[in-house]
């Protein structure tokens, strides 16, 4: 019996041969001879044919080709198989994927010359398995064909095209196309019926029988190792062989092709001008892109070509003259795909040894793959680790700052509930939130550089509207814009409510603290006692705990105007005349000047008049410290205020607030006023004039407002009540 590998076949991995390649040159047929064609081609030896025309000295063309073997018309095709394709075919048997195909122009022999290698190679493949006793073979024969870049199943009736997928280990194969079992010699020429009968063919001027299609013929061979091996009952071999017939290159001006002939002939001579650059690249090296995807044909074919198959070509020639020139372009494709050297490597375990050794690669990838996995996996459950930890610590800051907003808002309501005033007044607030150095004594606006909002707070609602404002602490000089505010909130307060949350400023925006007040005060400037310490919110302490609140007003917003101005004037003319005392002079003058014209039109009271100079700059203090201390004297102050601001006329107001704003050093812009629509310019300095100011913007708005300051540890209230 022969050796599993064949009669000379040696299977070493990777071991690289050439492809065999063979011409054959058929007899001339009866029309050529007919029309007196002349034979140009002689082999002059077992491997050499050579051109017998005479050519011009310019030709291009070599004379004389040589090859793995040249058959002239006289040789049968069982020598060509024997010689050229046999030893090819039969390396299946061994584990070892093998393809032969035939090529060259239409008319020349292809079918003739393939279909006998088929059957030869079948039927040698046959004997081969009926000889080795110790294995167990399986064949599978199915048939494809590529026509009109088709691919089209040559053993199943339904026409429909097959997908070519493309798998990792197998290379291209052709989705659903029929496997059938082949089980002996009558078997395949019932087969091989069927598939000529599928087969597309058509009558051209040169074969009345042209194929108009590539067709692969494939037989996988499958064998086990049985009882009788002495190799081993696990191993296993699985090869497959192709004979290819592939479809004729041809010339439309030869074949006067037209219409569906010429639409055939196209993708024919296209599909091979791809299968020629595939060779032609593969020949020159393996580098490179080779382009086996430009057609169905090179895709199919990509395994049998430089591959791990071992391929034989046979390569046909019309001796005629007339076709000269595609018989020169058929060796020239030859020529190349002789150079093209292929690796035969047994595809299949052989050896129970090489079987241990291919699982234990595969254990070891999927080891890889396992220890892969668990990282990625660890990596993201570190990652939702971490997420989560972050989760809890932002809703640990939520509820944090939660219980202080209600924490704070709680306080003021105590406040206002103790100073006496209504829940259910409506109040702008204000909310500057300090920075950490709060407890230092003193704030300089002019460091604020952030933008604080203003908005307005009903006392029993926590959402609503927020008015916005911005506060500018560089340009505006401690001016407090309030930019948004519209006519319609002002005449409709009790529809304002401010949530405490949304106008909390970050620290860092806000405020700084120094440790004194500047002995160039401006108005810019808050000052606190030196001595003083804002408490700890746990400590439930507040400024006011210290002092009453009308200590606090007087302290930082100037004295009560009410409550004896004569004494308190002389530290106010001190305090702003070391500010700008001719502004102050100015000041006064002008506020004497609109105190006479009110009461000059009769709408201001004379027991009011008594109040002047300066009255009005305290008008706003009285007011406010009256209903911080829920005194009832001044209440009646502040209701005689009221009553005072209510007689006014419209015009009244406007006037007064025009020659206020006019009077302040740090004056309300009538015009910016008026360009941000109802937004005003607000000075905070701690002079009774800033909250004058405030005053100024309410009365304009006919809205009487007054102004509270608390300060907590973690946040100051600025709040205009209605
Ligand atoms: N070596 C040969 N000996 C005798 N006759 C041959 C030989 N080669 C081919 N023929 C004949 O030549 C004709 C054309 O051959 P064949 O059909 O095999 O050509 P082809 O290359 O397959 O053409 P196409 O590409 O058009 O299908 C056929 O009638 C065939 O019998």
Redesign the pocket.
Known sequence: MESIYGDGIDVEDGQEEKIFVSV?V??M?AKEIAKNDSCDWECVSDNTIVCKNVLTERSVYPNAYTFDRVYG?EVA?RQVYEEGAKRVALSALNGINSSIFAY??????????MTGITQYAISDIFDQINKQVDRDFVLKFSAIEIYNECVRDLLSADGTPLRLLDDPEKGTVVDKLTEIHLEDWTHLMELLAVCEAQRK?GE?S??Q???RSHQIIRLTIESVANEFSVIGSASTLTATVNFV?L??SERASQTRAAGKRLKEGCHINRSLLTLGTVVRKLSKGRNGHVPYRDSKLTRILQNSLGGNARTAIVC?LSPAHTHLEQSRNTLLFALCAKDVRTSAQVNVVTSEKALVKQLQREMTRLENELRDMSTSTNHSETIITEKEVQIQKMEQEVKDLTQERDLARTRLEEILRAAGVDQNWVCDLLILRPSTSVDSGSWDVNSISGHLRIGSWDGSSTCGHIRNGSWDGSSASGHLRSGSWDEHSMSDMSDLAINTSDVAINPSDVVAFNDSLPSTASVNTYSFPKNHKLRNPNEDHYVFDNITPREFMNQYFGPDSKAEWEKTSPKTKTRTSSLDSFKEVEEESIVKDEVDDIHNEGNLGNSHADQSPGSLNLTRSTSCSAIIDGDSTLCENVSEKNVIVESKSDSDIKKLCRQDSHSSFKSVDEKEMQQNNDGGIFDLSPSSRTLEKVMEYDIRREAYHMVKIFFSYDYQFLFFCK
């Open positions: 054959r058929r007899p047929n018309s095709t060259g122009q239409t008319s020349s022999g292809k079918t003739y010359t063919i051209t040169l074969n029988m042209s194929s017939d479809a004729g046909t």
